[in-house]
């Protein structure tokens, strides 16, 4: 078993936060028993190695495959040899980086570094939410500087593609994703850390006025009138004092190097640069300053600064986180015996000299003193009020007239939006006037428009009818056109025709022609041989059968050509007579 004690110091070493912690212990002790058993110390380190490694923290993440917890502690051989044998491990790897380097390089860095507005353009095309763009910046910021390195834009690079693969943007940097370059400077004295702090507000000027200079070079050398016994008591108070006596005087020479105005006192402006080295949370830091600062005068004297620096150191170094107020044993020795800072520099503060009477009076006057300081205290308390109040007052009365001012602007925007409004009143009856008329006319438009196309339509109609008409008139005007060419065409033949039947014609004009003139010849001899019959009739009938010897010499007489065949008939008349 493993108590809770021992488990607290023991898991602190992780470095996580103390809520963290707080939820690994609830998971680990899941029944309340106040102790972890062998079962439960396993989860609790699995839980620690998922939260180191930027993972959620539940019971799902005891199957993640994480790297090995990582615990430091200095004065543990065993855990120290660990903790460098990972150091060297890097989660960026070799050809991410090269890639990163070459981003990191074409941004044109000024001395090896980018600043946030070099950067923003490279973030801002990721489409990452701004949120997580900021806690990309914030965790790649190791140093807290405003720039980033090629180590720690590799780490930016890094972070933000793990977030577009949807794994969650760690809330604190896993030590596997600290650049080896980085852990030196992230583990050891204050002196070499890196600044992360921006400097404490500075204290009013009217409490630094009213403030005496407690803790002074003067009013410090000044202890040395003190008697013995109060030596041996602020030696005492030393031995018991938080701060360890080997420490108190590397912050002394650190006090009184940063004091510069020798006023015995560091303000927030002037301590700035050295609480920056711790790596430590803003918030954090403020809370330890205002332990520090006891008196709250807004500077710190030596023990006050001391005080401070030892508890970041506790911090750091073990991971202790301080208390909500201090212990008897943190408060300064030179403030334990004298509550005021006057006090310090009053001869009977503190002092003892063995006699009663002056005794009892040292102490009536310390404790007059003490009501001294108290209602001085109180007064400035007061006075601060009171100027407070009067500021708010004032700031209240300001914003008073604001809002009157205000006011009355809104009442004359508020007339002049009623005028308008009711401008816009009457504009709209005019439009709505105007609308019903567009309306009637558009009824009546569309009414026309109704009529002009049943109109169109029986147009249509009509046309399309006549289309078809033209279309069968077109027909028979090609068949007429058919039988126009077909006529021409027998017309032509027939002209054709009628000139071989003219040819012809004249031809057998002429032919009759010629046959009548041969008839007439005809005729002719015809009469002439009917004479000659009647005189060849007239000789035979004289005769009776007298000699043909006549008729010869009588056909004698005709012409071959007039008498035609008749010459051929008196030959053949001769043949047959003989």
């Known amino acids: 078993r493993v108590g809770p004690t021992e488990a607290a110091l023991f898991l602190k070493k992780s470095g996580l ?10 998971l680990a002790d899941p029944d309340g028993k106040g102790f972890l058993d062998k079962q439960g110390f396993y989860v609790a380190l699995r839980l620690v190695a998922c939260a180191q490694s930027g993972h959620d923290i539940s019971i799902s993440g005891l199957h993640l495959p994480v790297p090995s917890p990582k615990f430091k502690d200095h004065s543990s051989p065993s855990l120290s040899s660990i903790t460098s044998t990972n150091e060297s491990h890097w989660a960026v790897r070799p050809e991410e ?11 044109a860095p000024v001395n090896g570094l980018l600043s946030g507005e070099k950067v923003k353009p490279v973030l801002i095309n990721s489409k990452l939410p701004v949120d997580v763009l900021g806690k990309v910046w914030d965790l790649s910021d190791i140093d807290k500087d405003g720039h980033l390195d090629k180590d720690e834009f590799a780490v930016a690079m890094h972070l933000v593609y793990r977030a577009l693969e949807k794994e969650p943007v760690p809330s604190v940097l896993p030590s596997s994703l600290i650049p080896p370059s980085k852990r030196k400077k992230s583990s050891g004295s204050l002196s070499s850390m890196v600044p992360v702090l921006p400097g404490s507000p500075p204290p009013p000027k009217d409490s630094l006025r009213s403030t005496p200079s407690h803790g002074s070079m003067n009013s410090l050398n000044s202890a040395g009138s003190l008697s013995p016994k109060h030596t041996i008591k602020s030696s005492q108070h030393s031995v018991n004092w938080v701060v360890p006596v080997a420490d108190r005087g590397r912050y002394d020479d650190i006090f009184l190097k940063t004091d510069t105005d020798l006023d015995g006192f560091v303000s927030g402006q002037e301590v700035k640069e050295i609480f920056m080295q711790s790596s430590l949370p ?31 150191q506790l911090k750091v170094s073990k991971g202790m986180d301080p208390p909500q107020a201090l212990t008897p044993d943190m408060i300064p020795p030179s403030e334990r015996g004298t509550p005021g800072p006057d006090s310090s520099s009053s001869v009977g503060s503190g002092e003892f000299t063995g006699i009663k009477e002056l005794d009892e009076i040292s102490q009536e006057i310390s404790q007059l003193q003490r009501e001294k300081y108290t209602l001085e205290q109180d007064i400035r308390e007061t006075e601060e009020a009171i100027r407070h109040k009067t500021t708010e007052v004032q700031e209240m009365q300001n914003d008073l007239d604001r809002e009157t001012s205000t006011l009355q602007e809104l009442e004359a925007q508020k007339q002049d939006a009623q005028d308008r409004l009711e401008e816009m009143d ?12 567009v309306r009637q006319k558009c009824q009546e438009e569309s009414q026309m428009i109704s009529s002009l196309q049943s109109q169109i339509h029986s147009q249509e109609s009509d046309l399309q009818s006549q289309e078809e008409e033209l279309g069968r008139a077109k027909a028979d005007l090609n068949h007429l056109q058919q039988e126009e060419a077909q006529l021409e065409q027998s017309l032509q033949a027939g002209r054709i025709q009628l000139e071989t039947i003219i040819k012809s014609l004249k031809a057998t004009q002429d032919e009759i022609n010629q046959a009548r003139s041969k008839l007439s010849q005809i005729q002719d001899s015809q009469h002439e041989i009917s004479k000659s019959i009647e005189q060849y009739s007239s000789t035979l009938n004289g005769t009776h059968g007298g000699s043909m010897t006549n008729l010869a010499d009588m056909s004698e007489g005709f012409p071959e050509k007039e008498n035609g065949g008749f010459g051929v008939m008196v030959r053949h008349f001769r043949t047959v007579e003989r």
């Open 426 to 437: 009457q504009q709209k009856a005019k439009l709505e006037d105007m609308l019903n008329d």
């Open 17 to 26: 936060p103390d809520i963290t912690l707080g939820k690994i212990w609830d």
């Open 97 to 107: 980086k090269s890639k990163f380097d070459g981003i990191f390089e074409s941004l």
């Open 282 to 312: 803003q918030n954090f830091l403020a809370h330890i300053w205002a332990l520090a600062d006891t008196r709250q005068m807004g500077k710190l004297t030596r023990e006050q600064f001391s005080l401070a620096m030892h508890l970041i």
